[in-house]
């Protein structure tokens, strides 16, 4: 699986940006998708994934202001952002994983995309 992620760009707190994420591949509708984000000096931290039947999970940080949603059949998976804030400012990075759980830590993932850069300015 190969993930593209696109999107992202320089915002005010409190507009909303899209970032979506094609996959490239055999069987996308099966993977978990997920999205991590990592700020500058920070650790990588999870953001929100989606099962293959749309269920979902958030973390606290976004939960209430960020959506996940996938397109099984154009493979896509986006993150549609909305109240941003200048903490939401970080490289984003689109995951997958092939499995029936719902992994929330960035070494239960095996394939990644190259990351896009969202900056919240205040």
């Known amino acids: 699986v190969q993930l593209q992620a696109s999107g992202g760009g320089l915002v005010q707190a409190g507009a909303s940006l899209r970032l979506s994420c094609a996959a490239s591949?055999?069987?996308?509708?099966?993977?978990?998708m997920g999205w991590f984000r990592q700020a500058l000096g920070k650790e990588r931290e999870f953001v929100a994934a989606?099962?293959?039947?749309?269920?979902?999970t958030y973390a606290d940080s976004v939960k209430g202001r960020f959506t996940i949603s996938r397109d099984n059949a154009k493979n896509t998976v986006s993150l549609q952002m909305n109240s941003l804030k200048p903490e939401d400012t970080a490289v984003y990075f689109c995951?997958?994983?092939?499995?029936?759980?719902?992994?929330?830590?960035?070494?239960?993932?095996?394939?990644w995309g190259q990351g896009t850069l969202v900056t919240v300015s205040s």
């Open positions: 995951t997958a994983e092939d499995t029936q759980q719902m992994p929330l830590m960035p070494h239960e993932y095996y394939y």
């Open positions: 591949g055999r069987a996308f509708s099966r993977y978990i």
């Open positions: 989606i099962k293959w039947n749309g269920y979902t």
